[in-house]
């Protein structure tokens, strides 16, 4: 196992912080930094994990404050916008429907009318309760 230098392993410990899978971590080491880490030695580098109950205090530190600051800030992550995800999923129906993948296609239209609609989750007040109810719309001439 060869050393690190420090911003490889701040790297590392940032993204184990911000929840990414060691195999994701080791992928992104290779595209950003042209290193092959194993997974396992990546998971060393992970506080939570028996591999790394023996980190150094300062990567422990880092890893704490990252990941306390990654779960305060879920704005900073584009599929936590609206219009992030819409993107996204236009981008997707474009490809499936180049490749002729219609059934894919309009499953992904459908997401994004589900998006658009705000299918997942609407307030609805019954009565006074706060509590937030799924409500699924099989149809625009349904009548409620």
């Given at each position: 196992m060869a050393a690190l230098k420090d911003d490889v392993k701040a790297f590392i410990v940032q993204a184990l912080a911000c929840f990414d899978k060691p195999?994701?971590?080791a992928a992104?080491?290779?595209d950003q930094f042209k290193l092959d880490v194993t997974r396992q030695?990546?998971?060393c580098y992970d506080p939570t994990?028996?591999?790394?109950r023996g980190l150094n205090k300062k990567w422990r530190t880092l890893f704490e404050d990252t990941r306390e600051q990654f779960r305060?800030?879920?704005?900073?992550i584009g599929i936590?916008?609206?219009?992030?995800r819409l993107r996204l999923l236009d981008r997707m129906a474009e490809k499936a429907e180049a490749k002729g993948n219609m059934a894919l296609a309009m499953?992904?239209?459908?997401?994004?009318?589900?998006?658009m609609g705000d299918m997942y989750i609407r307030p609805k007040n019954d009565g006074g309760s706060n509590e937030?109810?799924?409500r699924v719309i099989n149809s625009p001439d349904e009548d409620d």
């Open positions: 195999s994701q971590v992104s080491v290779k030695q990546v998971e994990k028996y591999a790394g305060k800030d879920s704005a900073a936590a916008n609206r219009s992030a499953q992904i239209l459908e997401q994004a009318a589900k998006e937030r109810v799924i």
